[in-house]
């Protein structure tokens, strides 16, 4: 039936949260000082981080559906294609930051020690360093020390020098970095003498990469081209001067790129002229010389009527020429090798709608991979689709302007054809008419094509003039004054939160890997053994030469937990009798069997019953040692010699209470003989007839036979198990013996309990016990680890 329900309470074992809770809040003094520490250490590190204030602005990225059509003569200012996702992208680009940082001079930093933290002065600073010679990959240090009206200290040279240079304000002084210039600002005043101001010069590569770590550009509707840029600084002015400066950077640069469409088309037409300017003057030295060789004679009146209807097929094949001679020339160029990279010039004329607006979409594309190439490489997947896209476009372009070449083609060839129909009519026509006629029609083709291009060129000029921005401001960056960072709260709590995890952490931990049995729980959830009794770690001092700490009328943990363990003792009844020979075991020495053998003789004795403490530790006599006793009689003389009588070893009233006392006389070379002779049975058989109770403190159990060979006279045997020492480990060894029945009515003592919420009493008995069994005195794991730790937050 007991193993029935033993093996039932080993099924419901769970954890208790509120055992949890309360032993944690037992180590509250733990958790106040790591809590102390490290909110300690986080306060400090708020205290001295410098505050970071962030600034914001709304921007709009021009597109066709928000920007207002101006008037435009062509499509150079097309914002159609506009990508958002682009834009943004060229925003967080280095090249663009890098130009910001420059202009601004964030690359320098002035800055003064208030308190623990240093605060950013910028365009506050009282002093200005003036430095020609810096570069934007320099990176030094120095600090300036104001003395007087007109006097500054230079100092702490970040190339580690210890000397001190005074310098005049405005004037050129030689230092161990270089020459410089310390120029007083507005802010130079009194209040600022003796004062240390810190000069810091990053590289410019440093400062754009942390305020693109600092930069947030996000896109505040989903479908619209409204961006919010945010920036964060350790001073709210610089942030917003960054931002307002980043955004104008961003529209030179773009405005840089449109301009360049415009370029490449007036040098083109440019070129054009020249060409058909040679050509025209050409045309009109031959005119003059047919001139001048038929004598000024006009014989067009003569042929006009056979002419007629030729020079109208003339003017039309004249228009297809002109527009033939004008795709070829478009054609020559996208032809032309070393202008693959190029922008295509738009607009010209030279080709129909439907090619120049798929030349709108290739110049756009090409200058968006231009742009992408500066802040990325040629292999980023971004840069390799668009070249895809702008190799096609391009193909596309070529096969359209060739369609329109051929197209033209086949209409001139008709036109001819019934040119020269018509004109056959007009054979009779002086040789020297004809060729006036060619050349005056190429004169006209020559002159049409070289109007054409002089209001293309004056088209594009207009067009550069016009041409805008690609971002527009809505609420411009202003500074903030309220710094975002550090948070005292968040770092106080951070500070606080992990003080208060990290013992709870370990404390835990060491709670789970601890095995050794700590609690009654642990016990009753591991073995059937009747426990009768927990025993609280004694604290108090006591007069009492034997070591009895309990009284009669005390009510401590202590005198009370006796009285519950003398109650329970007298339910371990045997055959309708109470136990009257009580022994004491354990399985390690230092358990507490001597402390509890005297205790419990008191506490038994309160009662008005005779009671008697016997030693039979024949190999140490713990009892007798603590008694005083070590030299007279005792056990051992008397199992030795038998004309000792009981009398001849018995000391009366050993303790207040009126406990007697046998001690063991003188360590025995052979215990085991002894305490297997008849005189031990008599022994017992006769102190029964006078005594109540019988405590026999004996030895371990396992380490020597001597408590196996006892057993035979015990009515009771208390097994004494002491918190901390003993490992859980062990316990099925008991169960075993409590089924084996190996010692006579067993039952638990738990012992050396230290109290604590959530366990009950605890554990850390303080008696130091050695027992030389060959045995030295052991520690458990959790003891070890408890003291590293507890070392470790001394130190």
Do not use: C
């Not at 931002?243 to 083109?268: H, P, R």
């Not at 009492?544 to 007298?570: H, K, M, Y």
């Amino acid at each position: 039936m007991k193993q029935q329900q033993y093996t039932e309470v080993q099924k419901e074992k769970s954890i208790n949260i509120l055992d949890v809770l309360k032993h944690l809040l037992y180590h509250w003094k733990w958790f106040a000082l790591s809590m102390l520490i490290f909110g300690s250490y986080y306060y400090y590190q708020y205290a001295k981080s410098p505050y970071i204030y962030q600034s914001s602005g709304s921007f709009i990225i021009k597109t066709a559906a928000n920007t207002p059509r101006t008037a435009r003569i062509s499509s150079i200012n097309d914002v159609s294609s506009v990508s958002v996702s682009s834009e943004i992208l060229q925003l967080k680009s280095k090249e663009l930051m890098r130009h910001t940082v420059q202009r601004i001079g964030a690359d320098k930093s002035y800055s003064m020690q208030q308190g623990f933290r240093r605060k950013e002065l910028y365009k506050d600073s009282p002093v200005e360093v003036d430095a020609a010679w810096l570069k934007a990959t320099d990176a030094l240090s120095f600090t300036i020390t104001p003395l007087g009206p007109q006097e500054v200290l230079l100092s702490n040279w970040s190339t580690g020098e210890q000397q001190e240079v005074k310098a005049t304000l405005g004037k050129a002084v030689r230092t161990p970095l270089g020459q410089m210039v310390i120029k007083g600002t507005d802010h130079y005043a009194k209040a600022v003498y003796k004062q240390e101001i810190k000069f810091e010069k990053h590289t410019v590569e440093a400062m754009a990469n942390y305020y693109i770590s600092t930069l947030a550009i996000t896109q505040m509707e989903e479908e619209a081209s409204l961006l919010e840029i945010v920036v964060e600084d350790t001073h709210p002015v610089r942030a917003a001067t960054l931002i307002g400066e980043m955004v104008q950077v961003y529209n030179e640069i773009s405005l840089s790129d449109k301009n360049q469409i415009g370029v490449n088309t007036a040098n083109f037409i440019r070129e054009r002229l020249a060409i058909i300017e040679q050509e025209l003057g050409s045309v009109e030295s031959n005119i003059e010389q047919l001139q001048t060789q038929n004598q000024g004679m006009d014989v067009s009146t003569i042929g006009s009527a056979y002419f007629s209807d030729s020079r109208t097929y003339q003017a039309e094949r004249t228009k297809v020429e002109t527009d033939i001679n004008l795709a070829q020339i478009m054609r020559g160029y996208l032809t032309d090798g070393s202008k693959k990279n190029e922008l295509i010039p738009n607009n010209t004329g030279l080709v129909d709608a439907s090619v120049e607006s798929q030349i709108n979409e290739y110049n756009a594309n090409l200058l968006r991979r231009k742009r992408l190439v500066e802040g990325n490489n040629e292999a980023n997947p971004v840069v390799q689709d668009l070249d895809r896209t702008l190799n096609s476009m391009r193909d596309n372009i070529g096969r359209a302007v060739d369609n329109t070449i051929d197209g033209l083609g086949i209409k001139a060839r008709s036109m001819k054809n019934e040119e020269y129909s018509a004109r056959g009519k007009a054979l009779q026509v002086p040789q020297k008419q004809r060729a006036m006629l060619s050349e005056e029609r190429q004169q006209k083709v020559k002159e049409q094509l070289y109007l054409y291009l002089l209001n293309k060129r004056e088209e594009n000029a207009i067009n550069l003039a016009m041409t805008e921005d690609n971002m527009r401001t809505i609420d411009p960056a202003m500074a903030s004054f309220s710094p975002v960072a550090p948070s005292r709260l968040h770092k106080l709590g951070l500070g606080l939160g992990i003080g208060f995890i990290l013992p709870a952490i370990i404390i835990l931990t060491l709670s789970i890997v601890d095995t050794g049995v700590r609690r009654r729980q642990d016990i009753e959830e591991a073995i059937s053994v009747p426990l009768l009794g927990e025993i609280p770690l004694s604290k108090g001092k006591t007069d009492d030469q034997s070591g009895a700490t309990v009284s009669g009328t005390g009510r401590d943990p202590l005198t009370e937990a006796f009285r519950i363990l003398r109650t329970n003792i007298n339910f371990m009844q045997r055959g309708g009798k109470h136990p009257k020979v009580i022994t004491l075991t354990s399985f390690i020495p230092g358990a507490g069997k001597t402390f509890t053998s005297i205790n419990l003789s008191s506490t038994l004795a309160f009662l008005n019953k005779k009671v008697i403490v016997v030693d039979l530790d024949l190999r140490k006599g713990t009892l007798s040692r603590q008694m005083g006793d070590v030299k007279g009689r005792g056990m051992s003389h008397y199992l030795a010699d038998p004309t000792l009588t009981i009398e001849d070893i018995i000391q009366r009233n050993a303790t207040p209470s009126g406990v007697d006392y046998i001690p063991i006389g003188m360590e025995a070379p052979n215990p085991v003989e002894l305490l297997l002779s008849d005189r031990l049975d008599k022994f017992i058989a006769e102190l029964s007839t006078i005594y109540d109770y019988i405590i026999v403190d004996g030895v371990p159990m396992g380490i020597v036979a001597d408590a196996s060979v006892v057993d035979r006279i015990s009515d009771l045997t208390l097994f004494v198990i002491r918190a901390g020492k003993m490992d859980k480990r062990q316990l099925p060894d008991l169960q075993k013996i409590y089924d084996e029945q190996k010692l006579s009515n067993l039952a638990v003592i738990l012992n050396g309990l230290k109290a604590q919420s959530g366990y009950g009493y605890g554990y850390g008995y303080g008696y130091g016990y050695g027992y030389g069994y060959g045995n030295e005195k052991e520690q458990t794991i959790f003891a070890k680890i408890k003291r590293a730790f507890s070392k470790l937050i001394r130190k």
